[in-house]
Structures are given as structure tokens and as C-alpha cells.
């Protein structure tokens, strides 16, 4: 069974767990598929559970989120994660994935409070002025606490919850070979990638859990945010700080998603959108280096316009090839360059076998359909959307860090027009791109990629003697081994084979005939049958009769 690698002791009851929600919600048949039921049956399990009517009237999308939700923090947060694939999931599931709230049940402070003594060093109250034992917030992950320095210093304790690094393990080593299995059992779902999209969450999520990452994270965009961008990012207490506990700089505004209280406080809703747009903008396209996750949970808005940016868990990276791609492609589509834009994106998804030349007529039909909208009417999330409909049409599958993009582009489009319903993210967007084009393009960028090359083709240069000479001492001892593999050369070699061995059997055929004929003649008054000569004729007979159905067979598989 496919499934006895999940029934090892540790797994087994966490594989019933999720057998038993999945038939719940009405996907019975992918538990059978994969080979979950044995595990079930095996450990006295029904398989009898009857949708209600509510969840028979849910649809698909809907009923994958509250399966999620009823699996627990894990679940959640992998779901939060496909809310990004934009390239995988049309968007009535994205929408649904996107309600998925990281929420957990409130932890007492004694629960937390002997972590929390063993990081700091110390008994918190002895530490801090005052600590708020009831949490701010409460997430999968983590908890915060708000409290005061000696100094009178606002900040806030983000405690990770004890235990959470086994429940996360546990669970991320069953979502790895539930993933492999579906890949080999259910080929209708390989095209969401799912070992792919594990991969992508595992890595993310054990980012996650290194809370001093997290501030790392917060420094390092902090830094690079020019001084007038009116973005602030708390400030980190390293003093305090590791991996299971960060203390930051508390930073009270007006929630990201209370827009009404924006308006009441006389805050400009029109810079705000415009500053947010620009710093996000200029992480992903000019620095490389983003918050991943700019929604409005993770928003504070300030007074004198400011905005308060938080929890730097989720982030994305952009080379500068990359970033270069990703300026050329937008450059393409205004430019109505469907061959360059399909060049982009096959590039992107380098093992896809879809035309291009299909490729590019879709993109061509794309462009015309927004070719002279004017920027104050271009709707930029429907633009995306329409886009990654292309993508998901000839099944491109974007790398992970041009995900995180451009479901931050989707986020800020959104935040921008609840804020503003004139903003227009495309002419916001227009002079970063050109500025990173410009900077490809000028002379002292193409200088330094001059350099580049240079530096690099020296060092291979450099190493070239050393490297012959590895060679030359394989070489001399036997170590080298070449292996060459001509698939159209198969094809040819199979028909040589046919055509050798019916020329030998030919040959054989027409020397028992002749030998026959000659044994035949033979003066047999006192043996009688020349037997030989019968026998002879007899396998010449078969051996032609075999030759002419082999020449028979050949020419109809042709």
C-alpha cells in the first residue's frame, strides 16, 4: 500500500485526523484514491460519514477553506500561502483561501510564562515596567503581549507558542508525502504542483518560526526605505530578542482596515494609498527585498500621513535578473510586445510544453484588450487576473518569489482603491519601472555587468590549467566515463535490429531450401524418404511464413 509509509506510530493518528475531515467535507474520493482509507479501515475506522445539507449545497473552494480551518494552525497557513498562487488557482479559490485568518485559541500567561522566563532570564515582571498578561493578538504561531520599558518605552512581546515546533514538524513531514502520493496517484491534480508548492510552504513556514529572522527581516527594510517614504517599521530590542521571542516597538495607529476612522482622523487617503504604493514598489523592484504580506491586518495608519508597516515573517527576494524581467515584461505589455512578453513567461516556467506560438496570440489577444485604456480607468488586479488566466490556460507555473510579487501588487491594488477610488497603482507604477529600466540600460549599469562578465570569465580563465589538469590525471586512471544518449538514435537502431535479423533468418531460409533441394536428390534406394530433405522444406516453409507476417505487422504499426 501506498499509504503504509504514513502508518508509522508518530503519523498514525494525524492520518486519520485528516482522512476523517476530508470524507467529512465531501472528499472521500481523494482519500480513496491516495490510499488513505486503508489507514482508517485499519484502525476500525467508518467510511460512512454523510454530508449534511449545508455542506452539500457548499461549493468546491469553499469546502477545501473550512477543511483547512477544522485541520489547525498548519493547515491555515498553507492555506494563506495558496492565496498567493495566482498562477495555480482561478479566483473564486483564492478568494476563499483568502479568508483564512490566523487565528488561534488565547494562551493563559502561566502557559507562556516559563518560556518566556527561560528567554529573557529573568521573571518578565521583574524585567519590564509592566506587561498586559491578557494577549493583543493571538495567532498560530505566535502571541503578543503589550508592555512597558523601565524608560517608559512602548513595546510589544511576540512570544512563540511553546511546543508549536513538533506540531509544525509533524505536520509538514505528513504534508510532504501526502504530496508525493498525489502526484503519483491522482494526476489530474499534478497541475497544482503540489510537492512544489510543500516545498515552497516548509521552507516559508520554518522561516517563520525564527522570530529573530522576523526582525532581521523588519531592519533590513527598514534601512533600505529612503527617509521621506513615510513608512515606519518598529523598532527591534535585540537586547531581548531570539528565536522564540521578539520585542519591537509598539506602534499604535488606526487599524488598516478601519477606513472610516482613516477619514474621521482628516488623514489623507490620497497620500497614504500614494506612499504605500511607492515603498512597496521600490522594495520589490529596486531593492529586491519586500514584505510579502502588506495587508491590511499588517497596517497601521499614523498621524501626519505616516504608515506603520508589521510583522516581517512572510518576505520576498528578486535578483537583479530578475527584477530586470520583471521590468521588461511590463515594459512589454505596454509596448504591445507579445513576442517578448512570451518569451518572459516561458523562461519563468523553463519545463512547460506549451506552444509559443499559441503562447503569443494569447498574449497579443490580452494586450489589445487593455491596448488605449486609459491609466485612471485600468483596473490593475483585473489586469493580473486576466494574466495569470493566460498563465494558467498553457499550465505556467510561476517560480515562488514572482508569486509573492504579484500577490503583493494584487494586495496594494486593492488597499489603494479602498482607500482612494480614483488611485491608479499603473501610473504609480510606470516611473519606478522606467527608472529600473533606464538603470538596466544606462551606461555606467551596462559598465558594471561589462565588469561582471569580465571578472567572471577571468576567473574561469584562471582556473582553466588547474582544471585541465584534474582532468588529464581522471582521464589517466579510468575515472572518466562518457555517456551519450540519442533518443531519435533508439528509433533507428530498433529497425536496424528488425531489418538484420530478417535478412539473417532470409539467408537461413533460402540456404534450407537449396540444401533441401540437394538432399532431395540424393540416391535413396536404400533408405527411402529423403527425411532430411522434408524437414528441410518444412522449416524453410515456417521460416518464410514467419519473415512475410513479420513485414505484414511492421508495415501497419508504420
Avoid at 503581549?145 to 508549536?164: M, N
Avoid at 487599524?255 to 482613516?262: I, K, L, Q
Wanted: with cysteine.
Amino acid at each position: 500500500m501506498l499509504w503504509q509509509a504514513l502508518s508509522a506510530a508518530r503519523d498514525l493518528g494525524r492520518v486519520q485526523d485528516i482522512a476523517a475531515v476530508l470524507i467529512r467535507y465531501g472528499f472521500g474520493d481523494l482519500v480513496q484514491r491516495i490510499g488513505m482509507s486503508g489507514a482508517l479501515e485499519k484502525a476500525g475506522k467508518a467510511l460512512h460519514w454523510k454530508k449534511g445539507e449545508e455542506l452539500a449545497r457548499l461549493k468546491p473552494p469553499e469546502r477545501a477553506r473550512r477543511v483547512m480551518e477544522e485541520l489547525g494552525p498548519t493547515f491555515v497557513k498553507l492555506g494563506q500561502v495558496l492565496a498567493t498562487r495566482v498562477d495555480l488557482f482561478p479566483a473564486d479559490w483564492l478568494a476563499e483561501f483568502a479568508k483564512l485568518q490566523d487565528k488561534a485559541t488565547e494562551l493563559a500567561w502561566e502557559d507562556i510564562e516559563a518560556q518566556l522566563r527561560e528567554d529573557l532570564g529573568q521573571p518578565p515582571d521583574a524585567l519590564f515596567k509592566a506587561v498586559e498578561h491578557q494577549p493583543l493578538a493571538s495567532a498560530s504561531l505566535g502571541q503578543v503581549h503589550r508592555a512597558q520599558l523601565e524608560d517608559g518605552t512602548e513595546v510589544v512581546l511576540k512570544v512563540r507558542r511553546p511546543g508549536i515546533r513538533t506540531v509544525i514538524e509533524a505536520d509538514l513531514r505528513l504534508l510532504k508525502r501526502l504530496a508525493d502520493i498525489i502526484e503519483s496517484e491522482a494526476p489530474d491534480l499534478k497541475q497544482y504542483r503540489p510537492k512544489a508548492l510543500v516545498s515552497q510552504f516548509s521552507r516559508s513556514l520554518r522561516r517563520e518560526l525564527d522570530f529573530a529572522a522576523e526582525c532581521r527581516n523588519a531592519e533590513r527594510i527598514a534601512e533600505a526605505l529612503a527617509e521621506d517614504s513615510g513608512i515606519v517599521v518598529p523598532v527591534v530590542h535585540w537586547e531581548w530578542t531570539g528565536e522564540r521571542l521578539n520585542v519591537q516597538q509598539f506602534i499604535d495607529g488606526i487599524p488598516g482596515r478601519d477606513y472610516e476612522a482613516v477619514r474621521r482622523a482628516g488623514l489623507d487617503t490620497h497620500v497614504l494609498a500614494q506612499r504605500g504604493t511607492r515603498a512597496i514598489l521600490g522594495m520589490i523592484l529596486e531593492d529586491g527585498f519586500f514584505h510579502a504580506d502588506p495587508h491590511p491586518g499588517n497596517i497601521r495608519y499614523l498621524p501626519g500621513n505616516q504608515i506603520g508597516l508589521l510583522d516581517f515573517g512572510m518576505v520576498g527576494r528578486l535578483t537583479a535578473d530578475r527584477r530586470q524581467e520583471v521590468a521588461e515584461l511590463l515594459y512589454g505589455l505596454v509596448e504591445r510586445d507579445a513576442e517578448q512578453v512570451s518569451r518572459i513567461l516561458l523562461d519563468w516556467s523553463a519545463d512547460s510544453q506549451t506552444s509559443q506560438d499559441q503562447l503569443e496570440e494569447d498574449i497579443a489577444q490580452f494586450i489589445d484588450q487593455y491596448h488605449g485604456v486609459a491609466l485612471e480607468q485600468l483596473d490593475m488586479s483585473a489586469m493580473i487576473a486576466d494574466m495569470t488566466a493566460v498563465l494558467r490556460q498553457h499550465h505556467l507555473v510561476l517560480p515562488a518569489d514572482l508569486v509573492l510579487m504579484l500577490k503583493a501588487f494584487i494586495t496594494l491594488e486593492g488597499m489603494g482603491r479602498s482607500l482612494d477610488p480614483e488611485f491608479d497603482m499603473a501610473s504609480e507604477a510606470a516611473p519606478v519601472v522606467e527608472g529600473v529600466l533606464k538603470k538596466h540600460y544606462s551606461p555606467l549599469g551596462m559598465a558594471r555587468r561589462v565588469q561582471k562578465n569580465l571578472v567572471q570569465t577571468l576567473r574561469v580563465l584562471g582556473n582553466l590549467p588547474d582544471d585541465l589538469s584534474r582532468l588529464l590525471r581522471a582521464a589517466r586512471r579510468g575515472r572518466i566515463e562518457v555517456h551519450v544518449e540519442v533518443n531519435s538514435l533508439k528509433e533507428v537502431s530498433s529497425r536496424l535490429d528488425k531489418a538484420v535479423s530478417r535478412l539473417t533468418l532470409g539467408i537461413v531460409t533460402a540456404a534450407l531450401i537449396i540444401g533441401s533441394a540437394i538432399a532431395m536428390n540424393v540416391d535413396t534406394s536404400e533408405t527411402g524418404v529423403p527425411m532430411f530433405g522434408l524437414l528441410g522444406f518444412i522449416g524453410a516453409a515456417l521460416g518464410g511464413i514467419w519473415l512475410l507476417l513479420s513485414i505484414w505487422r511492421s508495415g501497419r504499426e508504420d
